[in-house]
């Protein structure tokens, strides 16, 4: 059984890792915070601290670290005895921290795939392009590595495993659906890291039809849903990570992405693109001075963490999967639903964080227990989906189906009753 967890990252996801591991540390040991700043991986320490949320004395350490360096990572996994390094740093880290991982024989967790900081929506399918090259080493090597651990990537990802193995007989199409239905009173702002945020919008659309590789520009396609608890929200197609693992590892014609966006943040983000203000390449100024637009944009902008405190509403995220069953065709909706502020009040941040933090120390817990400790580089839909399930229904993230039976909270009792996960 693996024990010791190593988080790279102190911005809002890891806060809510940070948190979530330290509830859990009976099964999942020393709990270790690390990023650039030390200061702000001290802050989640006493946030963890004030909250409570240690459930047994064990050591919750801050420590210093530039993750691009992997001789310093490798150093500090072997000086905190981790055996579970959860990744949910910068895209940029992604590589040089599976590779301290690997050399460590240390399991490696992240929540969204890794990005080269010059190129922006690179030739799909984009693990392809790093993580998956890689995949013959960590077999090789015996070293654990789940890839996208996170909502989505992650859970949506299990999500549409279980559909094909309990709902259908044949997918037809696979609909992600991602509406943030808050409110965090702010004139403008990103829900998490905006370098990486605008990141996602500025270059094509990828996705998956036909049994091939589609290319549409960012707001270019618009779908209204009726989804529970949110209401009739507007969406758009938007290329987003897991659509290039599910389009592998499941055999579905269409797989799409929509996230839902408002008029205000499509006309700043319009503004902001037309100036060139989102552009990842140096520009120098009249003074001389060489400048990187889109790092400034993301200075100038609130820091997502301090959001948590005033942001009111809910999420909406799930699968809707259209198929056949039985010979009949079907369609289900598989989700779940966040609220901001039920997210503050337990561990101090807003819901978008929560939905991705909380699934990182889910797996990490699954990777301890032996059930997702497989030895070799893996995405969730080829894990089983159900041990996942089971632990976020007790650990704050409930999943829902609705179908021709109509909406109801899913239950993994089989899995809800094992301990030491079974629900508080």
């Not at 991982?101 to 799909?124: F, N, Q, R, V």
């Not at 605008?198 to 590789?213: A, D, I, L, P, Y």
């Not at 008029?263 to 503004?271: E, K, Q, R, S, T």
């Not at 337990?346 to 699934?359: K, W």
Request: proline share 4%; with cysteine.
């Amino acid at each position: 059984m693996k024990k010791n967890v190593l988080i790279i990252g102190a911005g809002g996801v890891g806060h809510v890792v940070a948190h979530k591991c330290a509830q859990n540390n009976d099964v999942l040991g020393d709990i270790h915070i690390a990023s650039r700043t030390l200061e702000k991986c001290q802050e989640i320490v006493n946030s963890v601290m004030e909250k409570k949320n240690l459930k047994k004395a064990a050591k919750l350490e801050a420590h210093a670290l530039d993750a691009l360096d992997v001789e310093a990572t490798k150093a500090l996994i072997e000086r905190t005895g981790a055996q579970i390094v959860i990744n949910v740093g910068s895209a940029f880290l992604n590589m040089s921290v599976m590779s301290a991982c690997i050399e460590t024989g240390t399991a490696y967790i992240d929540t969204a795939i890794h990005e080269d900081p010059l190129k922006i929506c690179e030739t799909p399918p984009w693990y392809g392009n790093y993580e998956w090259k890689r995949r013959e080493e960590c077999e090789k090597a015996g070293v654990t590595v789940i890839l996208g651990a996170g909502f989505d990537p992650g859970v949506v990802n299990a999500y549409a495993r279980l559909a094909k193995d309990e709902y259908f007989d044949r997918i037809d199409s696979i609909d992600i659906v991602d509406v943030n239905a808050g409110d965090h009173g702010r004139y403008f702002a990103t829900n998490f890291d905006p370098e990486i945020n605008f990141r996602e919008f500025t270059g094509q659309v990828w996705s998956w039809q036909n049994k091939q590789w589609t290319s549409n520009k960012m707001f270019e396609i618009r779908k209204e849903w009726d989804l529970p608890v949110v209401g009739t929200r507007t969406t758009y197609m938007t290329g987003h990570d897991e659509i290039h693992s599910l389009s592998r590892n499941l055999d579905v014609p269409d797989i799409r992405f929509w996230m839902g966006f408002g008029d205000h943040y499509i006309n700043v983000f319009n503004v902001l693109k037309n100036l060139g203000l989102l552009s990842e390449q140096p520009i120098k100024t009249a003074e001389g001075q060489e400048v990187v637009p889109l790092k400034v944009v993301k200075a100038v902008l609130p820091d997502p963490s301090s959001l948590a405190p005033g942001y009111k509403g809910k999420t909406c995220i799930g699968d809707v999967v259209k198929g056949v069953k039985d010979g009949r065709e079907r369609e289900v909706f598989i989700y779940n639903i966040a609220d901001h502020e039920e997210a503050f009040r337990e561990v101090g941040s807003q819901a978008i964080s929560y939905t991705a933090g909380v699934p990182a120390a889910a797996a990490a817990m699954l990777i301890a227990r032996g059930d997702w400790d497989v030895k070799k580089m893996a995405n969730v839909e080829e894990l089983a989906p159900r041990p996942f399930l089971a632990l976020l229904n007790g650990m704050g993230l409930p999943t829902r189906i609705k179908d021709e039976d109509g909406d109801r909270a899913m239950t993994f009792a089989e899995f809800e009753a094992m301990e030491p996960f079974a629900s508080s």
